[in-house]
């Protein structure tokens, strides 16, 4: 055998390495196993006995989620301390974990989602929000005919416009402005269909890099993103993931952000006047409520009476506070009515009036806040100013949003924001202009959002805010008002920031949302899939099981039918499997259920390369020749058929690779890199050992 010493050195440095990068997953599952006594621990289970009081349904339940939030404590205290020290390089648990084997969705759990980019909102973002009645009817059609159908949407849209009007030219509803260069005002119908399916085969591309950028900041270790041919949709896997709404919420959200000058509540509580003014003159009298009749309320009584014969009465004292109450509470129902009948809008949406602590006279407060609602009443809000006779007494120019969150003590109260739309309907500033983004904190030390323009809107955040000094300026993302912060002096540089009442982890995805991109299209999720953890671990014991079973079984057919050389097959393929872990580790791969089933496929090959060798050296053996020449002999007429059938199968494995998706590439990587380990450990390192 040439070249023994280069092949030992080869073989070691190998075998360091591998064992270099299992170490990762050994001092990783080392700490995680830490976590999971420490959240066993007697202390646990006497805090959650306690606060069950002997309820052992109740105690059961806070033993796990006690348990939980332990083990996550414990994990997070652990993050940056030093659990893998080499000497020459320390390793926190969270590098360690970065490095260990990933396992999948089907062995670790998480979440599996299919999202829809909305192709008719792409279509009528390209034609500016055209009104126009041809174009409208025709994407109605369209919509209807795309149901269910898999023609491409925007031929269904080109056959629907042609039926409603033969006559109609596309290209003087999509030549708009930003479309000019693309589109002339003379182009024909199907050459404004070629350029649009182009448009949006590429917004359905920015939506896919965009949501691949939004994944990877996500922090979610070896996500599987995919996009489906012809379909518009996209396929995300999440393995690991446990806050599923978070993740619901970063894969929908558009992100859009504006900038919006707004109106000053002085400018505008006239109009609101006079809406409750005609809300009230078009709701029914308290007269034409229908009222219970005399016979319904006796047989009330009644039932009443014979129902406190069944119980326990209450003393003296007790049924006068009853009373007290009862009574306060009717009080307090009527005057509720009687507001909600005289002011049926001012009754759910609370003005910005305040009252002087002087005077006590009230005066309107001031900026862009009209006024408050409660989260439950903010629909009906909605649905008051909506209605066609109420929106006719505003300006055509005022647009109302709701804030994000609370901007007040109260949780549940939400404030409506007047914005002021220019004439061109469009914000003076987008989150286009946004360069970077991320999570800060502000001098009082809440979550916020600094942000980092380019030169062109640096430019126009500077004329925004120079005229608009004592007034303030709306932060909008997707419809809903961030903040309103009150312009005290001109803004240069490019630089601002997102303050609001939400964490710090809300504030992480919004970062990251902005700093990725805005999608050009809603992306709504048509199918999700949540698999437990609990499935993973069986999965995981399901398929370790069949693997050492397979692998057991091997070991012991080459030790009892080729005796001594089988010990040497033996020894060649336990080498194999460290040195296909060490690699998947190396290569940060995912290991999947397929993934072992490769492997399982992978130690078969192994075993027969060594049948073959072994055979034909058994056959020179019967020729006459010595146990040396033998041996040489057997190995060098086994190569041609053992690379013939190893490379024949990762000729295939490569293809599966190429054009398969998730678990095919999952079965595909592992027999790539086991047919090359087993190569290498059937004919280089038995063939060592032998000699």
Same mark, same amino acid.
């Given at each position: 055998m040439q070249n023994k010493g280069l092949i030992r050195f080869f073989a070691i440095a190998f075998a360091v390495v591998c064992l270099?990068?299992?170490?990762?997953?050994?001092?990783?599952?080392?700490?995680?196993?830490?976590?999971?006594?420490?959240?066993?621990?007697?202390?646990?289970?006497?805090?959650?006995?306690?606060?069950?009081?002997?309820?052992?349904?109740?105690?059961?339940?806070?033993?796990?989620?006690?348990?939980?939030?332990?083990?996550?404590?414990?994990?997070?205290s652990m993050k940056n301390q030093t659990v893998f020290n080499l000497g020459i390089k320390q390793y926190t648990y969270k590098e360690v974990k970065?490095?260990?084997?990933?396992?999948?969705?089907?062995?670790?759990?998480?979440?599996?989602?299919?999202?829809?980019?909305?192709?008719?909102?792409?279509?009528?973002?390209?034609?500016g929000n055209s009104q126009d009645p041809t174009f409208v009817a025709a994407m109605q059609k369209a919509i209807e005919a795309n149901q269910g159908s898999r023609e491409n949407f925007v031929t269904l849209l080109g056959e629907a416009f042609n039926e409603t009007d033969p006559n109609a030219s596309l290209a003087a509803i999509f030549s708009t402005p930003e479309m000019r260069d693309r589109i002339s005002f003379?182009?024909?119908?199907?050459?404004?269909?070629?350029?649009?399916?182009?448009?949006?085969?590429?917004?359905?591309?920015?939506?896919?890099?965009?949501?691949?950028?939004?994944?990877?900041?996500?922090?979610?270790?070896?996500?599987?993103?995919?996009?489906?041919?012809?379909?518009?949709?996209?396929?995300?896997?999440?393995?690991?993931?446990?806050?599923?709404?978070?993740?619901?919420?970063?894969?929908?959200?558009?992100a859009r952000l504006e900038f919006w000058e707004t109106y000053e509540i002085s400018e505008l509580?006239?109009?609101?006047?006079?809406?409750?003014?005609?809300?009230?003159?078009?709701?029914?009298?308290?007269?034409?409520?229908?009222?219970?009749?005399?016979?319904?309320?006796?047989?009330?009584?009644?039932?009443?009476?014979?129902?406190?014969?069944?119980?326990?009465?209450?003393?003296?004292?007790?049924?006068?506070?009853?009373?007290?109450?009862?009574?306060?509470?009717?009080?307090?129902?009527?005057?509720?009515?009687?507001?909600?009948?005289?002011?049926?809008l001012f009754a759910v949406l609370n003005m910005n009036i305040v009252m002087d602590p002087q005077t006590g006279e009230p005066?309107?407060?001031?900026?862009?806040?009209?006024?408050? @609602?409660?989260? *439950? /009443?903010? #629909?009906?809000?909605? %649905?008051?100013?909506?209605? !066609?006779?109420?929106?006719?007494?505003?300006?055509?120019?005022?647009?109302?949003?709701?804030?994000?969150?609370?901007?007040?003590?109260?949780?549940?109260?939400?404030?409506?924001?007047?914005?002021?739309?220019?004439?061109?309907?469009?914000?003076h500033l987008t989150g286009d202009v946004i360069v970077d983004a991320r999570q800060d904190f502000s001098p009082n030390g809440s979550p916020e959002i600094s942000m980092t323009m380019n030169s062109e809107g640096a430019r126009e955040w500077r004329r925004l805010t120079a005229a608009n000094i004592g007034k303030s300026i709306a932060i909008v993302l997707d419809?809903?008002?961030?903040?309103?912060?009150?312009?005290?002096?001109?803004?240069?540089?490019?630089?601002?920031?997102?303050?609001?009442?939400?964490?710090? @982890?809300?504030? *992480? /995805?919004? #970062?990251?949302?902005? %700093?990725?991109?805005?999608? !050009?299209?809603?992306?709504?999720?048509?199918?999700?899939?949540?698999?437990?953890?609990?499935?993973?671990?069986?999965?995981?014991?399901?398929?370790?099981?069949?693997?050492?079973?397979?692998?057991?079984?091997?070991?012991?057919?080459?030790?009892v039918y080729y005796n001594r050389a089988g010990l040497v097959a033996d020894l060649a393929l336990i080498t194999n499997i460290f040195f296909i872990f060490g690699v998947l580790a190396s290569l940060g791969a995912v290991l999947t259920l397929p993934g072992i089933a490769g492997i399982v496929l992978t130690l078969g090959m192994a075993v027969d390369a060594n049948v073959i060798i072994y055979e034909r050296i058994l056959e020179e053996i019967r020729a006459g020749k010595g146990q040396k020449l033998a041996i040489s002999d057997g190995?060098?007429?086994?190569?041609?058929?053992?690379?013939?059938?190893?490379?024949?199968?990762?000729?295939?494995?490569?293809?599966?690779?190429?054009?398969?998706s998730g678990p095919v590439q999952g079965f595909a990587t592992t027999l790539i890199i086991g047919i090359l380990s087993s190569l290498f450990t059937a004919i280089f390192i038995s063939r060592l050992i032998f000699s």
């Open positions: 270099y990068q299992l170490s990762f997953t050994y001092f990783s599952r080392k700490v995680e196993g830490d976590a999971k006594a420490y959240s066993q621990s007697e202390r646990v289970h006497n805090i959650a006995r306690e606060m069950a009081s002997g309820d052992e349904l109740v105690e059961m339940v806070l033993m796990d989620s006690l348990r939980r939030t332990y083990e996550r404590f414990y994990l997070d970065d490095r260990e084997i990933n396992l999948g969705l089907d062995l670790k759990g998480g979440m599996n989602v299919t999202l829809e980019i909305s192709v008719p909102d792409i279509v009528r973002a390209l034609s003379n182009a024909t119908n199907d050459e404004v269909l070629s350029v649009l399916d182009n448009e949006v085969n590429d917004a359905i591309d920015r939506s896919f890099q965009i949501l691949r950028t939004r994944i990877d900041r996500f922090g979610v270790a070896q996500p599987n993103i995919q996009k489906l041919q012809n379909s518009g949709r996209i396929l995300v896997e999440l393995p690991g993931i446990k806050e599923q709404d978070r993740v619901r919420r970063l894969l929908q959200g558009t509580y006239s109009f609101f006047a006079e809406a409750n003014e005609r809300l009230r003159e078009g709701l029914p009298t308290p007269e034409a409520e229908i009222l219970l009749d005399e016979e319904t309320q006796q047989e009330a009584i009644d039932t009443e009476e014979i129902q406190s014969e069944d119980t326990l009465s209450l003393d003296q004292e007790s049924d006068d506070l009853l009373d007290i109450l009862s009574t306060e509470a009717d009080e307090e129902l009527q005057v509720s009515e009687d507001m909600a009948a005289r002011n049926p005066f309107l407060g001031n900026g862009p806040m009209v006024g408050s @609602a409660a989260i *439950q /009443d903010t #629909a009906l809000v909605n %649905r008051y100013l909506r209605q !066609p006779n109420i929106k006719a007494l505003f300006p055509r120019e005022l647009k109302l949003l709701w804030t994000i969150n609370s901007q007040t003590e109260a949780e549940n109260i939400l404030q409506l924001i007047a914005i002021k739309v220019p004439s061109r309907g469009e914000p419809d809903y008002v961030y903040s309103f912060p009150t312009v005290q002096a001109e803004i240069s540089g490019g630089r601002s920031s997102i303050s609001g009442n939400f964490t710090v @982890a809300e504030a *992480q /995805d919004l #970062a990251n949302i902005l %700093r990725a991109g805005s999608l !050009p299209a809603p992306a709504k999720i048509v199918e999700e899939h949540i698999v437990g953890p609990s499935l993973g671990r069986e999965a995981i014991s399901s398929g370790l099981t069949s693997f050492l079973i397979a692998f057991l079984l091997v070991l012991i057919y080459m030790a190995y060098k007429n086994a190569y041609s058929a053992i690379i013939d059938g190893n490379v024949t199968t990762l000729l295939t494995a490569i293809v599966l690779y190429v054009f398969g």
